[in-house]
């Protein structure tokens, strides 16, 4: 009978080779998965400054054309290797399966926001930059919730409350 595994198999070899025990490895995902979104962002952000906009969009929305599609991923792919700090096999074993990993759930978040017709229909710089911070944070959120805590983001002027919640 074959054993069902629910960590990946990257993970449970990368937590066995540092000693942690698999509940512990919790924290290697968050931190492979803000590597890889910081790559991508700092992709996305460069094409945005250079004023490709439209191709950051349409890479996002799989419009993009195939040559395109491929720079962008190797370009983000190179800075997650730099980032992570692993090599060899298990270096691109891990990017194989965070990067896109994280760039669905970017899809799914701009896609459910509408982001990327506000970006379309705003193309200037400096607004398409805020765009993408914005869902870099929305998808932050969908990556590592904060499940149980009780926080909550208050305005400015918001009274604080006198009682902490039971």
Do not use: C, Y
């Not at 790559?39 to 195939?66: C, H, M, W, Y």
């Not at 997650?80 to 759930?105: D, K, M, T």
């Amino acid at each position: 009978m074959k054993k069902l595994s629910l960590l990946p198999h990257i993970v449970r070899t990368a937590s066995q080779l540092t000693g942690m025990a698999a509940w512990q490895t919790g924290r290697l995902f968050r931190k492979a998965a803000a590597s890889a979104l910081d790559s991508i962002q700092e992709v996305l952000r460069a094409e945005v400054k250079k004023g490709n906009a439209k191709l950051v969009v349409d890479f996002l929305t799989d419009k993009a054309l195939p040559t395109a599609r491929a720079l962008l991923l190797e370009r983000m792919a190179a800075r997650l290797l730099i980032r992570l700090g692993l090599r060899g096999a298990l270096a691109s074993s891990v990017v194989g399966w965070i990067l896109p990993f994280v760039l669905e759930q970017m899809v799914r978040v701009g896609q459910r926001t509408g982001l990327f017709d506000k970006i379309r229909a705003n193309p200037t710089v400096q607004d398409s930059l805020l765009r993408l911070e914005e869902l870099r944070q929305a998808v932050w959120k969908r990556l590592a919730p904060d499940h149980g805590t009780g926080v909550q983001l208050l305005d400015d002027d918001a009274e604080l409350p006198r009682e902490l919640p039971a």
